[in-house]
T-cell receptor, first 114, second 115 residues
Framework: DTEVTQTPKHLVMGMTNKKSLKCEQH?????MYWYKQKAKKPPELMFV???????INESVPSRFSPECPNSSLLNLHLHALQPEDSALYLC?????????????FGPGTRLTVL | GESVGLHLPTLSVQEGDNSIINCAYS??????FIWYKQESGKGPQFIID?????DKRQGQRVTVLLNKTVKHLSLQIAATQPGDSAVYFC??????????????FGTGTLLAVQP
């Protein structure tokens, strides 16, 4: 099973709202990732968690706050977003340690900020 | 044909023909490469991977070729089908320490299969 699930599928929020995106995998992977993808562009890495600890933050604004409650779950908390933050947010997971660890992606959450 | 411009590079092929999608990667120290397929409204789907100690790897209807001399990667799809229509991304994993989980994605190519 190479499935990564994400909820919700679509999210519309105002600039003053607080919302969260959720990601789950049951492949026993110990690395999890958040990416942002704009239309017709490749995914851009935001955060990497390795063994439930934040290992990479690609200088993401503090209005995005990641959380990894356990090895299967990854959240992205959103607060005071801007319209330019509207995008497809992708979660991925992989094994840790081998040079050839493949990242498997979820279907994404389509976020619209009004 | 293939076009590059302000829009996503597009490759148009006839159903049944073979497709070749090209990718130039940036880091000569990269030692692992992946091809992903992304259909409209979906997340990237793993297709095939290759390590830098190989120059060719075959899967089901797909072949990846790696030319490290010119830092070039290609994906060949045999007998292209309408279901192959999607955006294809190559991704490289830099071979430097401290960022072993990081992938760098190419710009993507839209494959349009004409019936």
């Amino acid at each position: 099973d190479t499935e990564v699930t994400q909820t919700p599928k679509h999210l519309v929020m105002g600039m003053t709202n607080k919302k969260s995106l959720k990601c789950e995998q049951h492949m026993g992977h110990r690395a999890m990732y958040w990416y942002k993808q704009k239309a017709k562009k490749p995914p851009e890495l935001m955060f990497v968690y390795s063994y439930e600890k934040l290992s990479i933050n690609e200088s993401v604004p503090s209005r995005f706050s990641p959380e990894c409650p356990n090895s299967s779950l990854l959240n992205l908390h959103l607060h005071a977003l801007q319209p330019e933050d509207s995008a497809l947010y992708l979660c991925a997971s992989s094994q840790v340690g081998a040079r050839t660890d493949t990242q498997y992606f979820g279907p994404g959450t389509r976020l619209t900020v009004l | 044909g293939e076009s590059v411009g302000l829009h996503l590079p597009t490759l148009s092929v006839q159903e049944g023909d073979n497709s070749i999608i090209n990718c130039a990667y940036s880091n000569s120290a990269s030692d692992y490469f992946i091809w992903y397929k992304q259909e409209s409204g979906k997340g990237p789907q793993f297709i095939i991977d290759i390590r830098s100690n190989m120059d060719k790897r075959q899967g089901q209807r797909v072949t990846v070729l790696l030319n490290k001399t010119v830092k070039h990667l290609s994906l060949q799809i045999a007998a292209t089908q309408p279901g192959d229509s999607a955006v294809y991304f190559c991704a490289e994993k830099p071979g430097y320490g401290g960022a072993t989980n990081k992938l760098i994605f190419g710009t993507g190519t839209l494959l349009a299969v004409q019936p």
